[in-house]
């Protein structure tokens, strides 16, 4: 006989049994594994598995959404059923095998009709009384980017000020002092209704009432190589009125460099507003970040090489690309590879692992990634604007080049004639790449010109530029 509960108090899911002791028991999801405390042993056996876990050398927070295997070695757990349990950090259900963990949103609040009451209790709100700051990176996956580097100098000038952070779920991890509010709960429409500033990354969701005297700073996510928005190929109506619905929501739009700011500017007719060009924020961390506690956290010695793998997502498919085997490159280089998708690609895909490999495609900041990287690997993602601030080798690996340039999303310029480092399109001939100790000399030109045109802001005081931007303005009182 197996039964299953859980335990508010502890936080924990236990599963009992009569019989041998199991010698193990795992929790196993897409994005994080946790092991069982086995205790009793002769006629009955207890598995205590935690539902908190520390990811990359953090502080244990709750696991993330998602669908769970559950293993304990010997035992039958066919008949487990354990309906809807509600806690503080997560909502979990289990049916045999199969565990589903949830954010810990009352079930009342996702239905049709509980979410259409909230909304219209939001649109009635007169809203903007509160001197706090509604922030969101990516749709509440992560809590990184501009929005978190802003968070740092905004905490530092105006302790005053309320930082809410929007989350898909409580393993978010949010900034020292800043409150989480979970997406769709009763306090997410509050504090969105009642901040009078938001500061997001991407398009605002759900729908979007602005309350008198509210303000939103739009500080996108990276300086574009590939086509945004209007610019996109092909036309569509709806596309179009969605853009320009989305852009006027904005009262200013952050932008890395002046070609950017361009390009921003037509992709979402953003006409009649300010373009605040100050460089990006989340590169502050480039001048004043020290990469030894991070390598240290993720268990990277000092003397280890370090390459990032860092591809876009793509139009066509939900999970990562899978151009490389990162076990397999971690050998041929004697590197630890660090395998980070795209924040699209978080929750439809799973953990990569292998000896010296490690995904972090969860991980709170890219920045702090990029730090410790002793080069870079990608494809069309923004993140070349970003790593070359370093002044470190970059590699381009782009088997579908054609496909993604002539049919998902077309180029604002030709990469191959600009690129800061060489385009290859199989892992042998990355790795060749890897291994050409000139290969960064040939390449110092073509450097030299993109950090000019690209990285004359990326000074490590853009977040402290944009928060006098703010602060003058009154937007927010320090």
């Known amino acids: 006989m197996t039964t299953v509960r859980i335990d508010e108090q502890t936080q924990t899911l236990t599963i009992s049994g009569t019989g041998a002791r199991p010698a193990s028991g795992t929790l196993t999801g897409p994005r994080a594994r946790v092991a069982a405390r086995i205790t009793g042993g002769g006629k009955t056996w207890r598995a205590v598995f935690p539902l908190r876990a520390s990811r990359w050398g953090g502080a244990p927070l709750p696991l993330p ?60 709100q007169v809203g903007a009384g509160e001197n706090a700051v509604f922030f969101e990176s990516f749709y509440g996956r992560t809590s990184g980017c501009n929005p978190r580097a802003i968070d740092r100098v905004l905490a530092e000038r105006a302790p005053s000020v309320v930082r809410y952070w929007a989350v898909s779920d409580l393993s978010v991890e949010i900034p020292d002092g800043a409150v989480a509010v979970v997406e769709g709960s009763p306090e997410w429409w509050r504090a969105r209704a009642e901040s009078r500033m938001l500061i997001v990354n991407d398009w605002l969701r759900r729908r979007f009432v602005r309350k008198p005297g509210q303000h939103v700073l739009q500080t996108w996510h990276g300086t574009p190589l590939k086509r945004l928005a209007l610019h996109r190929p092909g036309f569509d109506p709806r596309r179009m009125a969605a853009v320009v619905k989305e852009s006027r929501r904005w009262d200013a739009l952050l932008a890395q460099n002046a070609y950017a700011a361009r390009v921003l500017k037509k992709a979402y007719a953003f006409f009649g507003k300010p373009i605040w060009v100050e460089g990006y924020p989340r590169n502050d961390l480039f001048a004043q970040g020290d990469p030894a506690p991070i390598r240290e956290a993720l268990g990277i010695r000092p003397d280890e090489r370090v390459l990032l793998y860092a591809p876009t997502w793509r139009d066509d498919r939900a999970e990562m690309v899978e151009f490389i085997d990162p076990e397999e490159l971690a050998a041929q280089t004697d590197s630890v590879v660090l395998v980070r998708g795209h924040s699209r690609t978080l929750e439809p895909g799973r953990d990569r692992s292998g000896a010296r490999v490690i995904d972090v495609t969860g991980y709170p900041e890219t920045a702090r990634l990029m730090l410790i990287a002793d080069a870079l690997i990608t494809d069309y993602s923004s993140v070349m604007f970003d790593f070359s601030v370093t002044g470190r080798p970059m590699y381009f690996l782009v088997p579908d080049l054609e496909h993604y340039r002539g049919e998902l999303r077309g180029f604002y310029f030709d990469l191959a004639e600009r690129a800061p480092g060489p385009l290859v399109r199989t892992q042998d001939e990355l790795v060749r790449a890897l291994q050409d100790v000139d290969g960064p000399r040939r390449y110092a030109e073509r450097y030299a010109a993109w950090t000019a045109q690209f990285n004359r802001l990326d000074d490590g005081g853009a977040a402290d530029r944009v928060v006098s931007r703010i602060l003058d303005q009154g937007w927010l009182t320090a």
């Open 65 to 124: 959404a998602g669908s769970y295997d559950l293993a304990v070695e010997g035992a039958d757990l066919a008949a487990i059923d354990l309906p809807p349990v509600l806690l503080p950090i997560l909502r979990v259900e289990a049916r045999g095998a199969a565990v589903t963990i949830s954010a810990p949103l009352d079930p009342v609040y996702e239905t049709a009709e509980g979410q259409r009451t909230l909304e219209e209790r939001y649109v009635s």
